[in-house]
């Protein structure tokens, strides 16, 4: 199930379910998105990203889906294994003339085996 | 993907003294570069965006002084905490950007502790 922490969010599946995290962005200027994975104690590690112009994009295991309607992205694993076990951020650019990225909260995503 | 590195990997070091991080990109040429501060189970924080041979652009209630950042070349950026405080504990993370592409790639962090 899905709980709030006192900081971040966690989702808890069992090894082998599809996980699924979400993320609501802020501006709707916002024209790419990626989705980074941190293990405790390491920088981010890129997962997959999506431009504004595209509402899906599949990599391995993983898709992104896109809504800007609701400004809502998020990220499907598919068969989740405990080493996918690690805090995801979503990240918004506000522009492409603005190359700041904006990170989401994140939500920790833990797998059972 | 492109990859980052960072060195230390962890520091200690005592109140009053002063503490260089190094960021490199390992296999592209970064023209800009971004300095995150992360504190336990929060998200991360951007302090400052440099682009190489340009002055730092440091985010609202960033103090320039505390924190040197100098950005030489298109491979290293170096982020200095001068006069640390045990405030100044925290886990920075550098960022890595080509101008020819989106993606921005971080580096596996730095622990400073100050005692």
């Known amino acids: 199930g899905e709980s709030v922490g006192l900081h971040l969010p966690t989702l808890s599946v069992q090894e082998g379910d599809n996980s699924i995290i979400n993320c609501a962005y802020s501006?709707?200027?916002?024209?790419?998105f990626i989705w980074y994975k941190q293990e405790s104690g390491k920088g981010p590690q890129f997962i997959i990203d999506?431009?504004?112009?595209?509402d899906k994009r599949q990599g391995q295991r993983v898709t992104v889906l896109l809504n800007k309607t609701v400004k809502h992205l998020s990220l499907q694993i598919a068969a989740t294994q405990p080493g996918d076990s690690a805090v995801y951020f979503c990240?918004?650019?506000?522009?492409?003339?603005?190359?700041?990225?904006?990170f989401g909260k994140g939500t920790m995503l833990l797998v059972s085996p | 993907g492109a990859v980052v590195s960072q060195h230390p990997s962890r520091v200690i070091c005592k109140s009053g003294t002063s503490v260089k991080i190094e960021c490199r990109s390992l296999d592209f040429q970064a023209t800009t570069m971004f300095w995150y501060r992360q504190f336990p189970k929060q998200s991360l924080m951007l302090m400052a965006t440099s682009n190489e041979g340009s002055k730092a652009t440091y985010e609202q209630g960033v103090e320039k002084d505390k924190f040197l950042i100098n950005h030489a070349s298109l491979t290293l950026s170096t982020l200095t905490v001068t006069s640390a405080h045990p405030e100044d504990s925290s886990f920075y993370i550098c960022?890595?950007?080509?101008?020819?592409?989106?993606?921005?790639?971080f580096g596996p962090g730095t622990r400073l502790t100050v005692l």
């Open positions: 990240a918004e650019r506000k522009n492409s003339g603005y190359s700041t990225l904006t």
């Open positions: 960022s890595a950007r080509n101008h020819l592409a989106d993606t921005q790639y």
């Open positions: 501006n709707s200027a916002s024209d790419y």
């Open positions: 999506i431009r504004s112009n595209m």
